[in-house]
Structures are given as structure tokens and as C-alpha cells.
């Protein structure tokens, strides 16, 4: 039973489902590179000299799948010393800017998700300089305001979790959040935020199916079915440790979807809901045999259909993945990969784009984020490099909006700073023993 405040439902079943915002994980995986397009080698031959530049520019990006369209000719903007970038908004106004002002502690693997019933972003969790923290923010009018300790009951500390905005207004509206990992193993706890409180909605065993604890779970709802949608993951369930179940939510109870054609198991994939194509979009993760860069939606009769696409990020996991309704598609950004830390910036519209966004933020994985419709940009919060866990806030979108362009990394912690870092180790049978917390210098 729903406690008071949730408001749950169990209509009528409408056949699609799936997911959205996900995180990744370490270790090797397989490459890929695109070739080059004839007719826009031909087409750059025009000019010798911008030619040559743009020609070392797109073998280089090429190798890391964040180079012009292979087959399409896309607008250029040549820099000095060779360098290029290309994409539909090379010359365009829309780019990245920080956001200024205090944040929330630096952290990885936090869970993020704008709020639409009470007008704000909502954070919570994540690991920083301890691991698993539970503290909840909340973003809005651009301050950050900690609301940990007004909340009610609080979820435990968790990293990893998987999190989205179930909006079935008007009965059942909330954040939702399920999963993660901390010291005790995975989690299968269900839980909903509205009106500035925590309320456990589902407790694992509970009498009633709930999908098997995990961390790395990829979430989102699905506005064509009014259910949530989580698949796959890190965890244990029917002797597997990378999972590649579908359970979908329908705002009271978990029910496990028989689909017989899913997606190879995986953690830390890339979800979203595309409304302009009313179905789930799935990407990459860290799979069984390394980072995977396939493509996947959610068909009407619930069924996975892989997409075959001649152009497609190169293979990564615990990338961002929102939807952009400025952009008119999901974005995705960021993500570790089989050589190293990535910030390239793609959408996804029935086909994968690349974009030229002006101004990235540093390359990292495991970042927080979502669509702030108050300032309409997509929000991104912390993650994780080799060298530092972040703490800093950068915004997606027009830069005419923008107030604050510096580059300056304020809350990024170094890592001499860092106690803790989560680090699954997929080479080993995953369990809540595998799973370990690598203490760092």
C-alpha cells in the first residue's frame, strides 16, 4: 500500500515501456572507427589548405566517434592549429556555461531529476568524501538549498541509485528512486519525493515482486504508458551479475516484463523517453565484453528492436542522457570509454548527431543531470575523472540565457581529498563482496 501523500494506480496495461537517465563503470572494451565519407573528402579538396585541417581534425575525432557524420556533409569551424569542430551547431548560440554559486559537496554517481509538481530539481546521494552519502538538495531559481533533515524519513545513503520523475497527473506525481549500492550490498528499496518529503513506497521482499537490489540501473518514465521503465544493471539475480531484465512501474507496484529479445546485459547504460518519437531510447553501458555503443528502443508490444545506425557515439558508459526539448532530442554527453574520459556532446533524434557545443565542461563520467525547464537547459552536477571528483554546475542550452561563462571549477574536490572512490570490478563475478570501495591517496 502507498503511504499518505503517494497516490498510486493500477489501470489498464498499455503495451511500451522503458527508461532514462543512467551512470557507468570500468573496464576494456572494444573500438570502433568511422571511415571518412568520400564525397566529403572531395568536397574539402576545394581548399588545400582548411582541408588538410579539417582533415586532421576529423581522423583524430573520428578515433573517438565524436567527429562530422560519416556520409553527411555538416557545417566546419577551423581553430588554430588544426583543430576543428563540426556538427549542425558549430556556428550556432547554443553551447555550455557554469552555473555560479554554492553547491552540494562534490560528488560521483549522485541521482538527479527535476521535480515538475513542486518546480525544482531534486539530488540525492552519491559518493564524495564519504560514500554512500545521503543528503537531498534541492535546485531552483538557481540556488542550491540542502533540505536533508526536513525530509522525514531518508532513504539510506546510496551511490548508483537509478532515478526519474513519475508524472501521472494528476493522481500520482513524484520522484522516484530505486536501487543503488552501499556498504550493506545492493539495494531494492523503492522510494518517492514529493512536496519536499521522502516516502518509502516499496520495501524489498515486501510480499510483492520487486526487481532484484542493484546498482547502475538505467530509469526513466514512458509518457506513452504512464510506467516507469528500469532495465538491467549490476547486481545478483538467476546466477547473473550484469543483469538485462525489464520491470516496469506503475506507481504502486514492479512488474517484470517477459520480453524475449532484450538488450545484452549490461551497467550503467544511457536511458531516455523521446517524445517526439514516443518511445524509450537505450545506449551503450558497460557490458560482459567491454563498452557497448549499440543503440535500442522500446517497441509498442514491449518488446527491445535494436537500431542499426551508420553514425553513432563511440562505445562508452555512465554518460549523461536527458531529453532536450530546446534541442527537439535526447542529449548525451560525456561517459567513460575503453581510452579514457570523454566530453563530447551527440543528440539523438530517430539518429545520432553530432554536436559542436562551445565551452564543455572537463571530460568526466558518473555525472548528475537533468532538464531544468525554469531556465530550459540541461542541468549537469559533479562526476568523476582520474583527477578529481566534481562539484561543479554547468548548464546546457541557449548562451544568450547564460550569466556566468568562466571555466573556473569551484567545489571540485582534488583527489588527495577523496576517502573513497566505488569502484566495480566486472573482470570478477560481481556481488556485494566484488563490489569494493578502493580506498585512494
Known amino acids: ?14 503495451d511500451r515501456r522503458a527508461g532514462t537517465v543512467a551512470i557507468v563503470l570500468l573496464v576494456v572494451g572494444t573500438a570502433f572507427a568511422t571511415p571518412l565519407a568520400p564525397h566529403l573528402v572531395a568536397a574539402l579538396a576545394d581548399s588545400a589548405r582548411v582541408g588538410a585541417q579539417m582533415l586532421a581534425a576529423a581522423a583524430s575525432t573520428l578515433s573517438e566517434g565524436s567527429g562530422p557524420a560519416a556520409g553527411t556533409a555538416e557545417a566546419c569551424s577551423v581553430g588554430s592549429g588544426g583543430a576543428a569542430t563540426c556538427g549542425p551547431s558549430a556556428n550556432g548560440s547554443t553551447g555550455w556555461s557554469t552555473v555560479s554559486g554554492p553547491a552540494p559537496p562534490a560528488r560521483e554517481l549522485s541521482t538527479m531529476a527535476y521535480d515538475a509538481a513542486d518546480g525544482y ?10 560514500c554512500a552519502m545521503n543528503d537531498t538538495w534541492t535546485f531552483a531559481n538557481g540556488v542550491w538549498t540542502n ?10 545513503g546510496r551511490s548508483d541509485a537509478a532515478m526519474t520523475y513519475f508524472d501521472d497527473a494528476p493522481s500520482t506525481t513524484y520522484v522516484l528512486m530505486f536501487g543503488g549500492l552501499n556498504p550493506t550490498g545492493f539495494l531494492q528499496d523503492t522510494w518517492g519525493f514529493a512536496g519536499g518529503h521522502w516516502k518509502k513506497i516499496l520495501a524489498g521482499g515486501a510480499g510483492h515482486a520487486v526487481p532484484a537490489g542493484r546498482f547502475g540501473a538505467a ?5 506513452a504508458t504512464h510506467d516507469a521503465v528500469l532495465f538491467g544493471g549490476g547486481g545478483y539475480y538467476k546466477l547473473k ?7 516496469t512501474f506503475d506507481g504502486a507496484y514492479w512488474t517484470i516484463d517477459p520480453t524475449n529479445a532484450s538488450p545484452a546485459p549490461r551497467i550503467n547504460a544511457a536511458i531516455g523517453y523521446d517524445p517526439s518519437l514516443a518511445t524509450v531510447v537505450l545506449f ?6 567491454g563498452f557497448g555503443h549499440d543503440t535500442w528502443e522500446l517497441a509498442a508490444n514491449g518488446t527491445w528492436v535494436k537500431l542499426v ?4 557515439p563511440s562505445a562508452r558508459g555512465g554518460a549523461v542522457f536527458a531529453w532536450d526539448p530546446a534541442l527537439g532530442g535526447l542529449f548525451l554527453f560525456g561517459g567513460l570509454s575503453q581510452y579514457g574520459f570523454l566530453n563530447d556532446s551527440w543528440e539523438f533524434n530517430g539518429k545520432w548527431v553530432p554536436l559542436s557545443a562551445p ?11 537533468t532538464f531544468d525547464p525554469a531556465t530550459g537547459s540541461l542541468l549537469v552536477f559533479g562526476g568523476w575523472n582520474l583527477s578529481r571528483i566534481y562539484g561543479d554546475v554547468w548548464s546546457y542550452g541557449n548562451l544568450s540565457n547564460a550569466t556566468d561563462r568562466t571555466t573556473a571549477l569551484a567545489g571540485a574536490a582534488p583527489n588527495r581529498n577523496v576517502t573513497a572512490l566505488l569502484v566495480p570490478i566486472p573482470a570478477l563475478a560481481l556481488s556485494a563482496r566484488a563490489t569494493r570501495h578502493v580506498r585512494r591517496a
Request: with cysteine; aromatic share 10%; charged share 15%.
Open 284 to 289: 551503450g553501458g558497460l557490458l560482459t565484453t
Open 241 to 247: 551479475t550484469y543483469l538485462n531484465d525489464t520491470w
Open 147 to 156: 533540505v536533508t533533515g526536513t525530509t522525514g524519513p531518508t532513504p539510506p
Open 121 to 130: 530539481v531534486v539530488l540525492f546521494g552519491g559518493c564524495g568524501r564519504v
Open 1 to 14: 500500500m502507498l503511504p499518505s501523500g503517494f497516490r498510486g494506480r493500477r489501470p489498464n496495461r498499455v
Open 359 to 369: 565551452g564543455a565542461p572537463p571530460q568526466r563520467t558518473w555525472a548528475a543531470s
Open 309 to 312: 545506425r551508420t553514425v553513432f
Open 219 to 223: 530509469l526513466t518514465y514512458d509518457n
